[in-house]
């Protein structure tokens, strides 16, 4: 490991590791300000954020996944104001301009921005984490139509998102169809990246938990938004289900977020297609 980051050094100058290191302090300042709303419930330490998928509501069957919308609940561990303020600190990020690499998503990326695994295996490529816990593809649809992508010049933008359109009552047509406007926005706001579409992660303990077919059935949808020329597509939530089909506690506890040994499987099997495509 030592000498893969003596490798690195001797490739970029000063100014690069300058940057680099602002990008690190802000990233840690924001993983502290989300600590802020940590709760405590019997002892054990919970983040608000990440404790489970948003609740289904009538607000959320009405919005159609592929047209751009705000959130309009109030969630008891994110507010509508905290949402917009989420939104207003990552278009703030000093990292922006720098970013080669981009995350747009959820939860799951969002706490993926802040854990080990991910700074281990993308900090050389600046990233910029663009996940807000509790986002489903019209809200993504949002943030991208207000300036989430503006300003960007990544070789490359990763996706994931999806599983709240699931959670909240959407089919996983729906859900495919909301994907697949997410990336038709992507592609037109940064026409010389390559884009990096992950298949919903796997939910659910045991393989015939409802959600996770109805995951199954919108991954499968999503095979057709790939694209040669511009848009991969990797199933890496093979790497979170055991040889029976069930998910661990240990790698999902609530079997839906990853846990931090989830995010070390998670990314090794992200990282290695990720430096494929970073180094063409």
């Given at each position: 490991m030592a000498e893969a980051f003596s490798f690195q050094a001797q490739r970029f100058p000063p100014a690069f590791f300058?940057?680099?290191?602002?990008?690190?302090?802000?990233?840690?300042?924001?993983?502290?300000?989300?600590?802020?709303?940590?709760?405590?419930?019997?002892?054990?330490?919970?983040?608000?954020?990440?404790?489970?998928?948003?609740?289904?509501?009538?607000?959320?069957?009405?919005?159609?996944?592929?047209a751009p919308a705000p959130r309009t609940v109030e969630q008891p561990w994110m507010s509508l104001a905290e949402w917009r303020e989420r939104h207003a600190r990552q278009l703030a990020d000093p990292c922006r301009a720098d970013a080669r690499i981009a995350f747009l998503g959820d939860s799951i990326t969002q706490a993926w921005g802040e854990s080990e695994p991910f700074r281990a295996a993308f900090d050389r490529y600046t990233p910029l984490s663009l996940g807000i816990g509790g986002d489903q593809t019209q809200h993504l649809l949002w943030r991208i139509e207000r300036g989430a992508l503006d300003g960007l010049k990544p070789r490359m933008l990763v996706v994931l998102i999806g599983v709240n359109n699931l959670a909240n009552d959407h089919s996983p047509e729906e859900t495919a169809t909301g994907v697949g406007a997410v990336i038709a926005a992507a592609r037109t706001r940064l026409p010389s990246?390559?884009?990096?579409?992950?298949?919903?992660?796997?939910?659910?303990?045991?393989?015939?938990?409802?959600?996770?077919?109805?995951i199954m059935r919108a991954n499968q949808k999503l095979r057709t938004l790939e694209d040669p020329a511009r848009v991969a597509l990797l199933d890496a939530g093979a790497a979170l289900i055991e040889p029976d089909g069930s998910i661990a506690?240990?790698?999902?506890?609530?079997?839906?977020?990853?846990?931090?040994?989830?995010y070390v499987r998670f990314t090794n099997a992200v990282a290695p297609l990720v430096d494929e495509i970073m180094s063409q």
């Amino acid at each position: 490991m030592a000498e893969a980051f003596s490798f690195q050094a001797q490739r970029f100058p000063p100014a690069f590791f300058r940057t680099a290191l602002a990008c690190v302090v802000v990233a840690q300042a924001t993983s502290l300000a989300a600590f802020d709303e940590d709760v405590r419930d019997d002892g054990r330490h919970q983040r608000k954020s990440f404790s489970k998928a948003p609740s289904v509501t009538e607000e959320s069957r009405r919005e159609r996944p592929d047209a751009p919308a705000p959130r309009t609940v109030e969630q008891p561990w994110m507010s509508l104001a905290e949402w917009r303020e989420r939104h207003a600190r990552q278009l703030a990020d000093p990292c922006r301009a720098d970013a080669r690499i981009a995350f747009l998503g959820d939860s799951i990326t969002q706490a993926w921005g802040e854990s080990e695994p991910f700074r281990a295996a993308f900090d050389r490529y600046t990233p910029l984490s663009l996940g807000i816990g509790g986002d489903q593809t019209q809200h993504l649809l949002w943030r991208i139509e207000r300036g989430a992508l503006d300003g960007l010049k990544p070789r490359m933008l990763v996706v994931l998102i999806g599983v709240n359109n699931l959670a909240n009552d959407h089919s996983p047509e729906e859900t495919a169809t909301g994907v697949g406007a997410v990336i038709a926005a992507a592609r037109t706001r940064l026409p010389s990246a390559k884009i990096l579409l992950l298949s919903i992660l796997p939910a659910g303990e045991k393989a015939d938990d409802p959600l996770r077919q109805g995951i199954m059935r919108a991954n499968q949808k999503l095979r057709t938004l790939e694209d040669p020329a511009r848009v991969a597509l990797l199933d890496a939530g093979a790497a979170l289900i055991e040889p029976d089909g069930s998910i661990a506690a240990s790698t999902m506890a609530d079997f839906l977020h990853p846990t931090p040994e989830g995010y070390v499987r998670f990314t090794n099997a992200v990282a290695p297609l990720v430096d494929e495509i970073m180094s063409q």
